[in-house]
């Protein structure tokens, strides 16, 4: 400013820059004045006046149009000097093609507007107009010259700038490209010597792909590498002239530019093709895929190949998995199997040897142009990828056919039955296969029900057993036995067959191929020819025979019968043989009429079924006296063994696990014990003289043998006698037995609940009596006894009768009830007396000592008012 205030000055203050100002003859001058601190309306007028010498002429105000003076008037007029306000309180003097008459003094005033004068209200600064010595132009002269590059290229353009100014001013030199509607800068060398580079290009100009150098006489270079398509439009070269003014700032004094070329890029095509489409490969083959490059580029460029699989077709190329490539040096990655080979110049070719299953998939090529730069590194230019191919690798099915026969086959059940799957006429035997076998099991149905096989058992690749649902326990158990008894055999066994085995089995063998992986894959399935496991089944028959041996014999002797067995149909028979009777009469111990006596199984081991006489428990005797004959002996006969007497036969065929199973049953015909005897004939009655008695007494009752026919002595004679009791009038409850006493006379007694008891005796050789000591009300019921006679043969033998059931009779038992009430009557009227007795003397006694008091009280008169005095 041309004028300087202490800081304790207040007042209006106008400034210019600080002279002198330096600009070049024919250019645009722009001169700004500004004011503050000022009184009055916001918007401030200004005036300019120029001075070369000493005088000042007017030359342009804000406010008032008759301002400007006679010289200036015509330039005014035009426009070439006029006022541009840039805000209420500053403006600029515009000058348009200053000259150098237009050198002096340019003084800015300002009309007061202040209550009070106080400050400066005008400002000088000196304007000093210098000749113009810049010159720009293009390396060779010329207008402009038109570049065709290709993408990638490198190219370089020349703009030379002189200045020849008496000042020392300062170049700024930007290149700038246009490739639509305005300018945009590239790369600056400042006025101040600093590289700038513009908008969008700093990373190039880091990498070194955009420069720019200088060089002799003046030049400027603008060096592009790796050219893309965004780098094409016209480039020019902008020069401006700096000088550093009196307050040491910068200020550009004029501008310069020239167009230097017309840059067109032409963008590099690539086509990569797969020469094929979709591939079948089998197995071990190889896989031959070749890659074809197409581009228009020319000159110097190298390729870059690289070959992808994927699983899907629309996988991108992360999802991809990089099979094998060759850099733009041509060095290729390392792989085993695969390999990748230049073929041309414009042809790759990739070989994958020894396919796997797993190879199957999608393949493409991906391929890219790479170009050298200036300073000897390469860059890409462009990249493209193949359309993929279809591979489908198909497994290597080794030839081979399956025989299935049955080396057993069962005649009858229980037989073992062992079928071999053999592998014959085998074409491919390498390391790499592997045979395993599924048996199949279907059963045979005549007619034409469809029927689905079943699986008995599958091997996987490792030869582990896995059993089908159906005989997986005979599996388990080791019933059915799976084995491979050589590399083309396997064997099925079944240990004991069952008539629901039989039908039709087959085997399928499944061949396993391994990949490289190491692990296996099914690649064929070859299914056997079926066989029909069958034997014929008729029925089991079995035929048995009893004879006696002797045709008569009387009581006390031996009884022998045999029993002769025959069968068919039944492979390798064990018999077991059981004797039964059927008594014509009722036998206690077998209500059902039959019963068994003695048994022999088929393992030759004899039982006592129901022979439970303990006196002749060696008295039968059953013996195998051939493999199909037994023979059956009773020692010293009663009379109560008469009845009808039978063989019942099983027939047991070997079964599964050493195991018998039963086939078939027999029953021979009857053999009847029936003794000729014409000896007495015994009844049996019972008696009582007094069926009812009162509790507590005794009651008597008498078992009474008669005998009729033929007499007998009483020491051939001798009886078993057993007393029963039903506790019912009906006879509709289970007989309780009372008590018991046998031929020796030895009595038993059942155990007894109640307080009364019992004794048994023989009174007479015909007569028994039973006694009831102290009746009680449960020793009721219909009491009967039970008689077995014994009686002795003329050969001193002891034959047993049959048992003899006396028909019953009621017992009743009765209360006595004088005799019940008798007692408590007494003690009552006795414990009444006593009571009665010893009240009356307590009370007596309480009158006579106790309660003695003598009472004076006035005697109260009868009426029916009470007396006041109880108010």
Known sequence: SSFSCPAFCRGRIVRVPKGPLIRVVGTEVAIPCSVSDYDGPSEQNFDWEFSRETDFVRIVSTWDSTFTSEEYQKRVGRGDIKLRRSSNDAVELVIRNIQPADQGRYKCSTPSTDATVQGNYDAEVQVKVISDGLSVSGSKARSSMSLRLSEGDSFKLRCSAITASPEHTHLHVTWQVKSGSSWQDILSLTHEGKFQPGPGYEERYRSGDIRLDTGANDTYQLSVSQASST??????????????????????????????????????????????????????????????????????????????????????????????????????????????????????????????????????????????????????????????????????????????????????????????????????????????????????????????????????????????????????????????????????????????????????????????????????????????????????????????????????????????????????????????????????????????????????????EDWTDQTRVDGVVLEKVQENEFRYRMYQTQISDAGLYRCVVTAWSPGGGGMWREAVNGLSNPIQIDFQTSGPVFNVSVHSDSPTVYQGEVADLLCIVTTEGMPLEPDDMSFDVSWFAVRSFALDREPVLLASLDRRGIVTQSRRNGSSDLSLERISPLEFRLRVHGCEDHDFGNHYCVVTPWVRSATGVWQREPDIKAKPIFLSVKMDVLNAFKYPLLIGIGLATVIGLLSCLIGYCSSRWCCKKEVQETRRERRRLMSMEMD
């Not at 048996?439 to 599958?458: I, K």
């Not at 009884?559 to 009722?586: D, G, H, Q, W």
């Open 231 to 608: 780098d094409g439009g016209a480039y020019r070269c902008l020069v401006s002239e700096w000088v550093r003014g009196a307050d040491g700032s910068w200020q550009k004094i004029q501008e310069k530019s020239v167009e230097i070329a017309t840059v067109s890029i032409q963008r590099t095509t690539l086509d990569v093709v797969i020469s094929t489409s979709n591939v079948s490969v089998t197995e071990r083959d190889s896989l031959d895929l070749t890659c074809n490059i197409t581009t228009d580029r020319s000159g110097i460029f190298q390729a870059e190949v690289m070959w992808y699989f994927s699983a899907s077709p629309d996988d991108t190329l992360s999802d991809a998995q990089l099979l094998l490539s060759m850099d733009h040096d041509s060095v290729v990655s390392d792989s085993t199997l695969i390999s990748l080979s230049h073929v041309d110049r414009n042809s790759y070719r990739l070989l994958v040897r020894d396919v796997d299953v797993e190879d199957s998939g999608y393949y493409f090529c991906e391929a890219a142009i790479w170009v050298p730069l200036h300073n000897g590194s390469w860059h890409k230019v462009v990249e493209r990828t193949s359309a993929p191919v279809s591979v489908v690798v198909t497994a290597l099915e080794p030839d081979y056919d399956v025989f299935l026969n049955a080396s057993k086959t069962p005649k009858f059940s229980d037989d073992p039955t062992e079928l071999s799957c053999r592998i014959t006429n085998v074409q491919d035997t390498e390391a790499n296969i592997r045979f395993t076998v599924s048996w199949y099991y279907r059963q045979h149905l005549p007619g034409d029900d469809v029927v689905t096989e079943e699986l008995l058992a599958s091997m996987d690749a490792d030869w582990t057993l896995i059993p089908g649902d159906r005989g997986r326990e005979r599996i388990q158990n080791g019933e059915i036995i799976f084995s491979k008894k050589s590399a083309d055999t396997f064997s099925l066994r079944i240990q004991w067959t069952s008539e629901s085995d039989r039908g039709d089995y087959f085997c399928v063998i499944s061949a396993w191929s391994r990949h490289r992986n190491n692990s296996w894959v099914k690649s064929k399935d070859v299914t056997s020819a079926s066989v029909n496991i069958f034997w014929a089944t008729q029925d089991y028959t079995l035929t048995v025979e009893a004879v006696k041996l002797k045709p008569f014999f009387v009581a006390g002797h031996t009884f022998e019968m045999t029993c002769k067995v025959s069968s068919k149909n039944i492979k390798t028979p064990r018999y077991s043989v059981l004797i039964t009777a059927e008594k014509p009469f009722t036998d206690q111990s077998n209500p059902n009429g039959t019963t068994r006596i003695i048994s022999l199984n088929q393992d030759s081991v004899v039982r006592l």
